[in-house]
């Protein structure tokens, strides 16, 4: 299959703008979160939000591989057109989402308590991140329901679907946010408990959808023994325990970072998450691009189509970089209003500020980690992917042990080390793979 660079650029675009506004609407959510308890008269909320949240980061974004395998698996069946292969990934894979999530509700709870003794935080603070977590861990079949839901959506190509389901996902979760917290004068427990309904409304909305798109997409049930049968899951099980062991990893260095914020104070715990919720905003842009490449790829390879592949991989790049530069020069001209914009507690806006330099440079350092996630999850190579992780994450370590006497500019030091790990690593191996598997073998 031969594609001119503008046909991949449409092909890319028309996957990418769907997904780029849908992830958006994460980090906007957070925005919003942040900034309804960062007007609270006490930074303790915040401080506690972003406990909790990153403590459910565990629980949750641990078990992102039901979204990134299901994507992966599906685009490749895709392009296969094996049908019977999509239905059944479809199954498959919610009964292992809502198989987990249940064992969440029940077993959570201690989890919960240990994951926060080990982050710490003033005693005021950990108290209502417990709270919050709690609350929130009622919506773990939905949550995790979901992330299938949207990964093979995307596996097919159909982003638009996905747009939708993010949008009316948190429209619903920011509406009652604003209605517990401003209008009801709850907290951090509002802010949890608007999150845990709008995963219902999204899991309602999304099992709706499916069945208009399981009617066009034809075929009959699929038999029994595919969804019952152990061994059926050989293959989705093969892919998904290394992006679940790549997963944790990256948590880890998300959670590790959040609690050495929170050993310095209440006050560089939450000014570490105002300038982390833009890092996460130009995350979700730049996955944006890395997620349709993740479908166009999945699909070269099921077609074993090298070209495709390689055309695949250099539009996207092409956009990612475009919108890295774009966020770094926001960021350099905007940081302090944006600071500003999230909360009004001047000590805060001050060691947020003293941060900002970080904020500019990241986006350069990891657009091409997220590129090349989506390169190696269209082709599957999980196990790579892992690895990666493994390597940077034993240098983030590394890195804040050298740095940590110079406080919180050592912490953001060694995140910038991470990232640039990620990303260097990630180049290496691809740039090895394209020479000898991911091309014709005659070439």
Not at 204 to 224: I, K, M, Q, S
Not at 308 to 325: I, K, P
Not at 367 to 375: A, I, M, N
Request: proline share 3%; net charge positive.
């Amino acid at each position: 299959m031969q594609s001119s660079p503008s046909r991949l650029d449409g092909a890319v675009w028309r996957l990418a703008w769907p997904i780029i506004l849908s992830n958006v609407t994460v980090p906007l959510l957070g925005l919003v979160d942040t900034a309804v308890v960062g007007h609270l008269p006490a930074s303790r909320y915040l401080a506690a939000v972003t406990l909790g949240a990153t403590m459910l980061s565990f629980l949750y974004w641990g078990f992102g591989f039901l979204c990134m395998g299901t994507t992966g698996l599906t685009a490749q069946a895709h392009g296969r057109q094996d049908v019977e292969a999509l239905r059944a990934l479809l199954g498959q894979s919610l009964i292992v989402a809502v198989t987990i999530g249940l064992a969440l509700i029940v077993f959570g709870h201690p989890l919960v308590r240990f994951g926060l003794d080990l982050l710490g935080g003033t005693p005021e603070a950990v108290r209502l991140a417990a709270q919050y977590a709690h609350i929130r861990l009622l919506s773990a079949p939905a949550a995790l329901a979901n992330y299938v839901i949207l990964g093979w959506f995307l596996g097919i190509g159909n982003a638009r679907v996905t747009l939708a389901i993010m949008v009316l996902t948190n429209a619903v979760n920011i509406a009652l946010d604003l209605l517990f917290v401003v209008g009801f004068g709850m907290t951090s427990n509002g802010v949890a408990l608007g999150s845990t309904i709008a995963n219902y409304v999204a899991f309602g909305f999304g099992l709706w959808l499916l069945r208009g798109a399981l009617r066009e997409l034809g075929g009959g049930p699929v038999p029994r023994a595919r969804l019952w049968r152990w061994s059926a899951y050989a293959a989705l099980f093969a892919v998904n325990r290394h992006l679940f062991v790549r997963t944790l990893c990256l948590l880890f260095a998300l959670a590790f970072f959040a609690a050495r914020g929170a050993s310095m104070g209440d006050t560089v715990l939450a000014a570490n998450a105002v300038l982390m919720q833009y890092v996460m905003l130009t995350a979700y842009g730049l996955d944006g691009f890395a997620q349709a490449a993740e479908s166009l790829i999945g699909k070269a390879v099921g077609r074993r189509d090298w070209v495709l592949f390689g055309a695949s991989v250099r539009a996207a790049l092409r956009f990612s970089l475009f919108t890295s530069v774009l966020a770094t020069v926001v960021f350099a001209l905007a940081g302090p209003a944006l600071i500003a914009l999230l909360t009004s507690l001047p000590a805060v806006r001050a060691a947020a500020a003293g941060q900002l330099g970080w904020l500019i440079v990241l986006p350069l350092l990891t657009v091409w980690s997220y590129l090349f996630d989506g390169v190696f999850v269209g082709a599957t190579a999980t196990r790579e992917m892992r690895d990666s992780m493994l390597v940077s994450l034993a240098l983030f370590l590394l890195a804040w042990w050298l740095s940590r006497r110079w406080g919180n500019d050592g912490l953001w030091f060694a995140f910038a080390v991470f990232s640039a790990a990620r990303s260097l690593t990630l180049a290496l191996i691809y740039r090895q793979y394209r020479r000898s598997r991911w091309q014709d073998a005659h070439t």
